[in-house]
T-cell receptor, first 114, second 114 residues
Framework: DTAVSQTPKYLVTQMGNDKSIKCEQN?????MYWYKQDSKKFLKIMFS???????INETVPNRFSPKSPDKAHLNLHINSLELGDSAVYFC?????????????FGSGTRLTVV | DQQVKQNSPSLSVQEGRISILNCDYT??????FLWYKKYPAEGPTFLIS?????DKNEDGRFTVFLNKSAKHLSLHIVPSQPGDSAVYFC?????????????FGKGTRLSVIA
């Protein structure tokens, strides 16, 4: 019973393709996030949703579009994939927007664009 | 612009000794700090946190120290155990209403040698 689950764990795809990464949490949290860990190892916030409402949208290309069908799910759709999109993408959730115990992360999706 | 810096990419420590991981930050608005631990192919997991109103927080073998004037925090692990070998991320949060994602450093890889 994984708390925050992401699928797929690994994704290899060609440039120009469109792909989606799914995230689900069963913790009853009301805020979910997408972080990107690039080759320089920084974990950078991309998006945050609170109760299905977008509250953070950092400067990412508009080829990236998050979708939250309900507060337990936050999917990430990427159009026209580029080589530079290769990274590990982490989904996370928290009970509040600014929790004292931090976020619960999924195990990550390693995206490789060839 | 790195608001959270972990300048040591790696650290090796003998089992039983103390591990000290350091973190510096530049944003004086940060008032909450967290440490996460990450094993390979897993997401980061919350370890310990500290509020800016404190200068020390202890949880078992883990202690976090905060020096606000120096904008520096450190994580002490004593005694270090082989199972502590992982990447440790420092993270910080600012009290911006409704928009306070965690800002992460790029991690320090700790190796505890038996």
């Amino acid at each position: 019973d994984t708390a925050v689950s992401q699928t797929p764990k690994y994704l290899v795809t060609q440039m120009g393709n469109d792909k989606s990464i799914k995230c689900e949490q069963n913790l009853g949290h009301d805020t979910m996030y997408w972080y990107k860990q690039d080759s320089k190892k920084f974990l950078k916030i991309m998006f945050s949703y609170n109760n299905k409402e977008l509250i953070i949208n950092e400067t990412v290309p508009n080829r990236f579009s998050p979708k939250s069908p309900d507060k337990a799910h936050l999917n990430l759709h990427i159009n026209s994939l580029e080589l530079g999109d290769s990274a590990v993408y982490f989904c996370a959730s928290s009970q509040e927007r600014r929790p004292n115990y931090g976020y619960t992360f999924g195990s990550g999706t390693r995206l490789t664009v060839v | 612009d790195q608001q959270v810096k972990q300048n040591s990419p790696s650290l090796s420590v003998q089992e039983g000794r103390i591990s000290i991981l350091n973190c510096d930050y530049t944003n004086s608005m940060f008032d909450y700090f967290l440490w996460y631990k990450k094993y390979p192919a897993e997401g980061p997991t919350f370890l310990i946190s500290i509020s800016s109103i404190k200068d020390k927080n202890e949880d078992g073998r883990f202690t976090v120290f905060l020096n606000k004037s120096a904008k520096h925090l450190s994580l002490h692990i004593v005694p270090s155990q082989p199972g502590d070998s992982a990447v440790y991320f420092c993270a910080a949060s600012a009290p911006i209403s409704g928009n306070t994602p965690l800002v992460f450093g790029k991690g320090t890889r700790l190796s505890v040698i038996a």
